[in-house]
């Protein structure tokens, strides 16, 4: 099937065979088969690299009227935004900003790229862009399994579905078990096939060569080391190093930002080349510690990639080996979920990772989007990923993942927190005002798709209980969001976050609030991630605790959950010494904060204190302290 005979603009058909695209791959053509261009539901599920972009442009170019574009994670946004804003006559937005904002001038576009999170939040606040889509894309549709992502995505879903009937939805995913079950939830039809562009090997390496699921073997022999080496990493600096001298770039996957940096600087020793330009940018966008050791590896052609770096570096990392500047690439698996950074030859040295408890193996679906970022059309002959045996047999890994399907995709809505998250938010959007509607939406979501009615009812009953003790609804004559729960929707709190928030406020209201006051006040909410506390810091927190008492909305010896919020409270005051005049790079080496990890603090605790604000305002409560915070940080 021919570029040419599809029904699109003929600039956007030109665009196209300027770039190569005359003829669609089998997947793509399949898909127009469907009636992908002919306003069909439908859920795509095809390898990496099996032109899933394009299944996407040709739906949300037919469509007769503007479209979404659902993506899990910013920096994909980003990317798809510029893709989408290449084509010409097409008008794009995108929107991945202030959760709270409902960014109107949005309206109008032809397809506004956003994260599931923030149509969510555009939904609650009734935003013009989100009122009636004609198509809706979900990038890496599998996302709805995920326990962080998964339960907004499906509620965002259920309620588009149910607000607009016709909207055409199409998901995508490479790596799903059960594509079937998602097609038949979203009523649409299902197109499955293992087609690829380029060949995927995949094989495990032990005893010097690497033996492939086809049988073929390929020796890379492991140099001998020192008598301490670890012999995982002596193994995966051969396969890099073998894939750098037939021409190919490398990504090798670890289980932390630790061992990311570490498998890096090991890399530098093997002579693969230079990014000496990148190295000078990575300087100039920011001279911590951190980015002092990735521009050391940028000088011998080796990157890492971690959530610590900052943005600007992840995203020239990602470039710099997308141009083939940088020969390789040591990455936790985030960089596997859907960013387009694919390599010639993925090795994935740990397939075990610290879950809180204990060492866990990795799942099947995660370790195969690994493995997908192998091989790169137009660039590569073939893909390679590797899977180092270490400690475990090549047979049991070989059991484990290779030819393994991945697990299969099941609701994370029933879990008790993020359902009253979605209950207080569809009462507080008014699109349910009684028990009975509150079924009848919650039917329309994967979680009733795959449950009996019974536990949808109870589950529900839980969660209106909950809110209510939290004053977060008002049973008393049908059922809604009180004002202060409306609020805390608007505002894109958790319930949760938004009770700690009100009581903390009208403790506020009684003292003499300081800058710290406020960043305690959010600092102590779930909605903001603050890590743990090593060993050598807790006194020193506990002391400045206890110096700074006064100072915050919650006493010391009545907190529950203390050694969460002694975490808040080390936040509060890295936050604290930023406004106090400290620079980024400052804070960052002296609280040991990765800038990446500091960042998202200064951007969540941005949102929570505006949020804050907008709740003393509801309140009655005149707390300038908040704002002004907000506005120095």
């Known amino acids: 099937?021919?570029?040419?005979?599809?029904?699109?603009?003929?600039?956007?058909?030109?665009?196209?065979?300027?770039?190569?695209?005359?003829?669609?791959?089998?997947?793509?053509?399949?898909?127009?088969?469907?009636?992908?261009?002919?306003?069909?539901?439908?859920?795509?599920?095809?390898?990496?690299?099996?032109?899933?972009t394009l299944i996407a442009q040709l739906a949300l170019l037919t469509a007769d009227g503007p479209g979404l574009y659902i993506v899990p994670l910013r920096a994909l946004a980003r990317e798809k935004y510029e893709e989408f804003a290449a084509l010409p006559g097409v008008s794009v937005g995108i929107s991945t900003g202030d959760l709270a904002d409902p960014e109107e001038e949005l309206a109008g576009n032809d397809v506004v790229v956003a994260t599931s999170e923030k149509v969510d939040s555009a939904i609650r606040n009734g935003a013009g862009w989100v009122e009636s889509p004609a198509c809706v894309v979900v990038d890496e549709v599998h996302l709805l399994g995920s326990e962080n992502r998964g339960p907004t995505l499906e509620v965002t879903l259920a309620t588009l579905r149910r607000r607009t009937p016709d909207v055409q939805i199409v998901g995508l995913s490479a790596t799903v078990a059960n594509p079937g079950a998602i097609a038949d939830w979203l009523d649409a039809d299902l197109v499955a096939d293992d087609w690829r562009p380029v060949d995927l090997q995949i094989g495990i390496h032990a005893d010097g060569q690497?033996?492939?699921?086809?049988?073929?073997?390929?020796?890379?022999?492991?140099?001998?080391?020192?008598?301490?080496?670890?012999?995982?990493?002596?193994?995966?600096?051969?396969?890099?190093?073998?894939?750098?001298?037939?021409?190919?770039?490398?990504?090798?996957?670890?289980?932390?930002?630790?061992?990311?940096?570490?498998?890096?600087?090991?890399?530098?020793?093997?002579?693969?080349?230079?990014?000496a330009d990148v190295a000078v940018d990575a300087l100039e966008a920011g001279a911590t510690s951190t980015g002092e050791r990735l521009a050391a590896c940028l000088r011998d052609g080796v990157a890492f990639h971690h959530a610590g770096l900052r943005s600007t570096h992840r995203r020239m990392v990602e470039a710099a080996f997308r141009a083939r500047q940088v020969v390789a690439v040591c990455a936790t698996p985030t960089l596997a979920a859907g960013v387009n950074v694919p390599a010639r030859r993925v090795v994935i040295r740990d397939q075990k990772r610290f879950d809180g408890d204990q060492m866990g193996w990795l799942p099947v679906l995660e370790v195969h989007q690994m493995c997908g970022r192998a091989g790169r059309p137009g660039l590569d002959p073939y893909g390679e990923a590797v899977l180092v045996a270490g400690d475990e047999t090549a047979a049991d890994?070989?059991?484990?993942?290779?030819?393994?399907?991945?697990?299969?995709?099941?609701?994370k809505l029933a879990e008790r927190a993020a359902l009253r998250t979605h209950v207080l938010s569809t009462l507080a959007a008014g699109f349910a005002a009684s028990r009975s509607d509150l079924l009848d939406l919650f039917d329309a979501t994967f979680y009733a798709y795959g449950s009996p009615v019974r536990d949808l009812v109870t589950t529900l009953d839980d969660a209106l209980g909950d809110l209510d003790e939290m004053g977060m609804v008002d049973r008393s004559d049908g059922l809604?969001?009180?004002?202060?729960?409306?609020?805390?929707?608007?505002?894109?709190?958790?319930?949760?976050?938004?009770?700690?928030?009100?009581?903390?406020?009208?403790?506020?209201?009684?003292?003499?609030?300081?800058?710290?006051?406020?960043?305690?006040?959010?600092?102590?909410?779930p909605d903001v991630r603050t890590g743990w506390l090593a060993g050598d810091e807790r006194a020193a927190v506990y002391r400045f605790a206890r110096e700074h008492a006064s100072e915050f909305v919650r006493e010391m010896g009545a907190v529950d959950a203390f050694e969460d919020w002694l975490t808040?409270?080390?936040?509060?005051?890295?936050l604290t010494t930023l406004v106090d005049g400290a620079d980024e790079d400052e804070v960052v080496d002296r609280?040991?904060?990765?800038?990446?990890?500091?960042?998202?603090?200064?951007?969540?605790?941005?949102?929570?204190?505006?949020a804050a604000e907008s709740l003393a305002a509801h309140l009655e409560l005149d707390l300038p302290v908040l704002s002004a915070t907000r506005e120095a940080l």
């Not at 469907?34 to 095809?46: I, T």
């Not at 073997?217 to 492991?222: A, L």
């Not at 040991?592 to 929570?608: F, H, N, Q, T, V």
Request: glycine letters at 10%.
């Open 591 to 610: 609280f040991g904060i990765g800038p990446g990890d500091l960042e998202s603090r200064i951007e969540r605790a941005r949102w929570l204190l505006g």
């Open 1 to 52: 099937m021919r570029v040419a005979d599809l029904p699109l603009p003929a600039a956007v058909r030109d665009h196209l065979a300027n770039r190569g695209i005359d003829e669609l791959y089998p997947p793509q053509a399949a898909a127009v088969e469907a009636g992908v261009c002919d306003g069909e539901r439908l859920v795509v599920a095809v390898p990496t690299a099996s032109g899933k």
């Open 397 to 411: 890994l070989r059991e484990r993942y290779v030819g393994a399907d991945p697990e299969a995709v099941e609701s």
């Open 210 to 275: 690497v033996r492939f699921e086809d049988g073929t073997t390929r020796p890379v022999p492991v140099p001998d080391a020192e008598p301490d080496a670890d012999a995982a990493t002596e193994a995966t600096a051969a396969l890099v190093s073998d894939a750098a001298d037939e021409g190919g770039g490398a990504l090798a996957f670890v289980r932390s930002r630790r061992e990311a940096e570490a498998l890096a600087e090991r890399l530098c020793d093997a002579g693969l080349g230079t990014a």
């Open 480 to 525: 809604a969001a009180t004002p202060v729960g409306a609020q805390v929707s608007r505002q894109y709190l958790s319930p949760e976050g938004g009770a700690k928030v009100v009581d903390g406020l009208r403790t506020m209201a009684g003292i003499q609030p300081t800058t710290l006051t406020a960043l305690e006040l959010v600092c102590h909410t």
């Open 568 to 574: 808040a409270v080390r936040t509060a005051r890295m």
